[in-house]
């Protein structure tokens, strides 16, 4: 079950990137944002608080407070870091690249942060991993993409931000059904998001169907597939295994 849990979840982890691409042509950043999460959110919320109720298993203070500061990390500051360097001309695949190298800074601060050992071997691939991702990203930048050279440090942020929103989770005292983490963290972005895109004057959804398709894609593959599955298999295989698989 867990091998193929985790089949699925790189498939969907990556089809993010692409939903992102399809996305980044049609509409504003924060409006593709806006409308992924607010459904979600609007289905979600009622679903998970009936099933709270009837079972009496409503989040602490507490615990509703960290899930917020892991929903901002995870979703709304990773996401709209790569939406936005999509957005400013950055190589899709660049930035998954950049992306890949959270394991890396992830077991660079397992041992000070959760005392868990990295074996050596693992420390000499995930170097050779950085120097891959250093070669691609600085070969990118070197093309004359239409980028600026500043936009190739937002996926670092970005990927600092679910890094964070990790060991956030991990250090957490107690476990909350990932459901319910799920919508809590949907709510959240959908009330990032929204003020954004209202901020911006960039609430109201284009006509054109690919904002559409891209919408599906990103809301059923990319938010119930892989970041669903990433918070599902941290509870199963752990930090290193999980970022082993992005």
């Not at 692409?18 to 950043?29: F, M, N, P, Q, R």
């Amino acid at each position: 079950m867990t091998a193929t849990l985790s089949v699925l979840f790189v498939a969907c982890w990556s089809s993010g990137f692409i939903g992102a691409k399809l996305g980044a042509g049609s509409a504003e950043v924060s409006t593709l944002l806006m409308w992924r999460f607010l459904p979600l959110a609007a289905v979600l919320v009622p679903i998970v608080w009936l099933s709270a109720r009837r079972r009496k298993t409503m989040p602490t203070p507490r615990a509703l407070g960290r899930q917020v500061v892991i929903g901002i990390l995870s979703q709304s500051g990773y996401l709209l870091s790569v939406y936005w360097a999509v957005d400013l001309g950055v190589n899709t695949g660049t930035t998954a690249l950049i992306d890949g190298i959270q394991p890396l800074v992830a077991a660079a601060l397992l041992g000070p942060v959760l005392g868990v050992a990295v074996p050596r071997m693992q420390w000499i691939g995930l170097a050779i991993g950085l120097a891959g991702v250093a070669m691609v990203t600085a070969a990118d930048a070197g093309a004359g993409t239409s980028a600026p050279w500043w936009a190739y440090a937002i996926p670092f942020l970005g990927m600092l931000s679910l890094v964070a929103s990790t060991f956030v989770q991990q250090r957490a005292p107690t476990s909350t059904p990932p459901l319910q983490a799920l919508a809590i963290h949907c709510s959240t972005s959908a009330i990032v998001f929204t003020t954004l895109a209202i901020v911006s004057g960039a609430a109201v959804p284009p006509s054109v169907s690919t904002f559409w398709i891209a919408l599906l894609w990103l809301i059923v593959l990319s938010t119930f597939g892989g970041y669903g599955l990433y918070w599902l298999l941290l509870r199963r295989i752990g930090i290193t295994s999980v970022n082993t698989l992005m």
